[in-house]
Structure formats: C-alpha cells, structure tokens
C-alpha cells in the first residue's frame, strides 16, 4: 500500500542514516583527540581509573621534582664537608709543622687562622634554597635535626593516599651550632659537662693496715745452751720444725754447736732454711721470735718440733718445749690486715651526669705500690657500662660506681673494687696490708677541643698534641658523616630512576586503557563515509517514491 502519510523506506533510511552519522561523528572524535575513552560516558569504569591514574602521575612528577630539590641540597651539603675535610687535612699538618724545633709558630699561627675563616665560611656557604644542614642553631624554636625529602606516593585498596620519605638525620654532621647549649663538630668545648660526681683528687694516699703472724711461747722462744760438764757442744744436734701461713712446712736438723751455740747462731741457721717465708730474729730480752713474711689473718707461725739430742745428762733447751721428740704444739698468734679504702671526698649528688661526644672526665689512679695509670671515661664507655640506651647519662651514685669499674678494668687498673658509701663513690683496694693503697689525682672533666680556636703561638708540646687529636678526631666524624650523605644521594638517584620508570609505566597503562588505536579508527571512518553516502542516496530514493503518486493524478 502506498501512503502520502507515511513512508515507510523513507523513516527506515532515515533511521540508518542517523544511525550512520552518529557512529561517524564518534569516529571522527576518537581520531581528532586519539581518545577512544574521553568522557565518563564512553565507559565510565576505564575512565575512573584513567582519571585517578593520572592523577597520580602527576603526583610522582610532583614527587620527582622534590627529590631534584632534595638531591640538590643534600648535594650541596656534602660539597660543604669535602671541602671541610680538605682543610682540615691541611690544618694538621700546619699542627704537625709547629710541633717542629726552630718553627716560627707566630708565622704558622697566621696560616691556620686563616683555614679556621675559611672553615667558618665553608660551613655558612653550603646553604640551598634556604637550607643549611651545616651551619644551624639547634635552640630556635621548632628546630629539628631530622631532615625528610619526599620519595613517593603510594595509594592503598581503599584509595588511602600515603607519602613516602628519605629521613636523614643531620645532627651527626653539624659543624657550626650557634645554641650556648650545643655544639657542632668544629666548635666543640663551649658545652658539656664539667661535673666530676663525687670524684676528688686524694692527694694523701690511702693506705691499709696489716701485721704479721709471729710465733708465741708465752711471749718468744728463749735459748738456753748446756753447760753440763760432760755435754758436748759440737755433737749435740736440734731437729726442728714449723709451719708458715699454714702452708709452707719446713723440717730440719742443725748439728753442732757452730750452728746453735748462742742465740745468734740459731737464729741465722733458721734463717737460712726458711729463706723468704719468714724471717727469724732475737728480740731485746734476748728470746727468738720467727715472724711470717706475709700479712692478714692466714698470716701464721706454728712451731711443730723442738727436739734436742746430745751426749750428756744435760741437752739445751727452746723454753717451753721439753728435750724430747713429740714435744708440744705451741699455737702462734695470727696476723691482722685491712685493706686500703677510700671514699671519694664528695656525694655523687642529684645532679645527672651527661657526656656528649666530646666529653670526658679522667684522672691518675695508682693502687697497692703500682705504677699510676691515667683513665679516662667519655660517653663510649658509660653507654659500654650501663647500655647504649643511657646515652651517655649517668644517673645516680650506683650508675656511677658501674661506669669507673669499667673504667679502671678497661684501663688495666687490676685490684681494685668500686661500689657505694652513702652515696658517695668508695673505692677498695683488693688487697690487704700495709701494701694496700690508694692514690687518685689529677681529676678533671673536659668538654673537647674547639677547632675554631685553636692558637698555636705559645703551645707547649702537650697543648699542640691535644689540638692535633681534636683535628683527628673532627676528620674522622667529617669522614663519617660525608660517607652517611653520600648513601643517602646515591639513593635519592635510585629513587628518582624509579619514579621517572614509574610515569612511564603509568602513562603506558592509562594509554592502553583510553587511547584509541588509529589503525582501526582509520578503517572504520572510510567505511563510514561510504555508508553515509550510501544511506543519502537510499533517503533519496525512498523520498522519490512519495512522488510517484502524483503521476496517478494526471490527465
């Protein structure tokens, strides 16, 4: 049926038509902006996810330039210790020439004062885009010696957004502090601790108490010879035998009358058996006493046996012992001994002691008739003591007592026992008798050599010694900290190597998600055209076939 209301080939054209032209025109836009997902519309879940990818790339741009910022002043900051490293090497060996004979030192003086400006110039110079790791003053307000150079991004399931961090901790590396309270590696000496604790210098020795044992027989052995007419001096022999220190037996006999005749006689023979375990002498009433060498309650002298044999009806006699064998066991009278002890003039008190890096406190300590030995206690050896978890704080008498163990045992100073007295530091000797002593002086509390201030002008070789320590030691900590920046700019390069991988990568995945392939979208655009034209011609037609009614109604 043909209908001048509705043409049916004409809509069905129409409709394919329209349908064409949209297709094309999405074409069309995918090929202008080389987006086939452009708009949350195009395919709302590849969008959501493109949209926050590259949220987040642009982020990790973001994140790449802070470590660029972060590279740079951790690069400037270890340029500043190279170059500090370099004249402290030459200020050494300014020390090392004034240490010489005929040295002009004024003239010397004049070059290391120049590398101290050139130190303190060093130090204030290293700063970028406002930041100086070098130079700081730890008592401003919000200082903090932890220093943080953004590394990355993370994203977590739930969408949580976290930024990672490099910490680096710059107090290891400080060469100028401008706080009264602190200090940096180049102006050691103006803080620290001065405080001794409860140590005194002992300028009077300590010295124990001590006797030996001696041999008793109501009050000493009293010689008597024979004088019986038919004695005979030269045939008549003594055996006898004691015990020293109740370990040292001795057992003898003496003959002839040379060897005892008197009281002398006998006492140099005895003498000469015991040798050095004891000594035997006549006393001013003329009576024999043998006396121990050794000192101390073990110290003892015990008479065993006194026998005389001779021709006779008379033999001589030691009083109190009777002129048979198996005579009695007479008992000697011990020694008595105490060791030297002294407590350290001063209470340890409530103040806590704290060593930094540069501090120390030493003294001269010579025990029981021993050479004197220096020692030295610095903030290594109270952490080695107490745990590195003190810090180098000591906090109470006991504390304090632990520490100069350590320290003397560190120092070879053997014999020696250190606890408390009432709060107060006590030493004791281990060893008891008149031998037993304590002396202890020179005590002192140093906080370090500033570099900054050294004058070698008038230094005596002692002073030019402890400079060229306190330059040694700055090397080693400078040494230390350009070896810990240097770590930390080689990983701050591995990182930003990272997150230039990580945008590319990034880019690569948002591109395979929304990109549109032109290949493709090339191939359907020309197909498109051709359909585009062919539904225009079939509109056409179909719009012609209304018009074919009008030839019915012609004359």
Sequence with gaps: MTSVNFNNAAVSALRNLQSTN?????????ISTGLKIGEAKDNAAYWSISTTMKSDNKALSTVSDALGLGAATVDTAYQGLNATLDILNDLKSKLTAASGNGVDKGAVQSEIAQLQSQLKSIASSATFSGENWLSVNTSVTGYNATKSVVSGMNRDTSGNVTLNSISID????????????????????????????????????????????????????????????????????????????????FSFTLTGASKFSTADALVASINGQIGSAGVASKDGSGQIVITSASEGTTST?????????????????????SATAGATTETSAPGSASAATTTMAQAFGATVITLDSNDTITFSISANGNAAKAVSIDRDLVNAALGNSANGKIANAADYATVIQKALDTNGVAGMKVDTNTGAIRLTSLVAGSKSAINISSVAAEKGQSILTMDVTTASVDKLTTYLNAVSDAISKVTSAASTLGAVSSRIDLQKTFVTKMMDTIDKGVSGLVDADMNVESTKLQALQVKQQLGVQALSIANQSAQNVLSLFRS
Excluded: H, W
């Design 22 to 30: 949209t297709q094309l025109d999405a074409t069309q836009n995918r």
């Design 170 to 249: 710059s107090s290891s590396f400080v060469l100028l502090d401008g706080s009264t309270t602190s200090e940096g590696i180049l102006d050691a000496g103006k803080a620290g601790n001065t405080l001794s604790g409860g140590l005194a210098a002992l300028t009077t020795p300590a010295v124990g108490a001590g006797a030996p044992g001696t041999s008793t027989q109501g009050t000493a052995y009293l010689y008597t010879a024979s004088t019986s007419g038919d004695y005979n001096a030269a045939a008549e022999t003594l055996q006898i035998g004691f015990t020293i220190d109740g370990t040292k037996t």
């Design 301 to 321: 002298v015990d008479l065993t046996t006194a026998t005389f044999v001779g021709t006779g009806t008379s033999v001589s006699t030691l009083a109190g012992f």
